[in-house]
C-alpha cells in the first residue's frame, strides 16, 4: 500500500516536472550573425557544474568556435589544431580586468584547461597573431542559447517561473528583458550599435 502511495507519490512529480519545462524561442533582429541568448542569474537558485568540456580549438590562425556560451564554473579545453604555436589570453571577464588571465602559448595537438568561474563575456586573443580574436561568454544558469546567424535562439526545458532574459552580441551593450515562461514563451530582441 504504501509502497503504491510511493510510486503514484513518483509518477506525480514526474509528470509535474515534464508539465512545467517549457520552451523559450525567438529572434535577434538588428545586428548581423549570432547572439548569445540567456536567463540571467534566478535569486535563490543554484546549479551543478555540466560534466561536458567544451573545445574552442585554434584552427586556421582563428577561434573556433568564434562564440561559445558556457554555464558559469565550466572548465573550457583550448586546443591548438594548427603547426604553429598559439597563445590565449584574455584581458578581462566581464569587463573586470582583475580577471585577466594569460593561459600560455602552445604547440599543435597539445591542449589546456581553464575553469571559468566568473560570469561575463571572455574576449579571447593570442599574443602571437594579433588577427585572432573570440568569444567564451560565461552565463549563470544553464538555460541559454546561441542564436542561428540569422538571429533565431531557442531555450528548451526551462521551468515556468518570471525570469530576466539577456542578449549578448559582440560589441554591443547587453540587453534584457522580463519574460513570464508558463508554457511556450516567445522574446524577440532588436539590438543596435
Ligand atoms: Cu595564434
Redesign the pocket.
Known amino acids: 500500500m504504501q509502497r503504491n502511495l510511493l510510486q503514484v507519490a513518483f509518477l506525480g512529480a514526474v509528470l509535474s516536472l515534464m508539465a512545467h519545462a517549457s520552451t523559450i524561442s525567438g529572434k535577434v533582429a538588428g545586428v548581423p550573425g549570432v547572439s548569445v541568448i540567456y536567463v540571467e542569474a534566478i535569486a535563490g537558485k543554484t546549479f551543478p557544474v555540466p560534466a561536458e568540456q567544451p573545445v574552442v580549438a ?1 584552427r586556421h ?1 582563428m577561434f573556433q568556435p568564434h562564440i561559445l556560451p558556457v554555464q558559469q564554473g565550466s572548465t573550457v579545453e583550448f586546443l ?1 589544431s ?1 603547426s ?5 589570453f584574455w584581458p578581462s571577464v566581464g569587463g573586470n580586468k582583475k580577471l585577466a588571465h594569460n593561459l600560455g ?1 602552445w604547440p599543435q595537438n597539445e591542449k589546456r584547461a581553464f575553469k571559468f568561474d566568473a560570469v561575463g563575456a571572455v574576449p579571447l586573443l ?4 594579433p588577427e ?1 580574436n573570440g568569444y567564451i561568454v560565461v552565463v549563470p544558469t544553464p538555460y541559454f542559447a546561441l542564436t542561428s546567424e540569422s538571429g533565431e535562439y531557442k531555450i528548451e526545458n526551462v521551468p515556468d517561473g518570471s525570469y530576466s532574459l539577456a542578449a549578448w552580441h559582440e560589441g554591443i551593450k547587453n540587453q534584457s528583458k522580463h519574460v513570464d515562461v508558463a508554457g511556450d514563451a516567445k522574446a524577440d530582441f532588436t539590438l543596435s550599435r
Not at 84 to 88: I, L, P, R
Not at 126 to 129: A, K, L, S
Request: hydrophobic share 40%.
Open positions: 585554434q590562425l591548438n594548427d604553429v604555436a598559439h597563445n590565449v602559448t593570442c599574443n602571437v597573431h585572432m
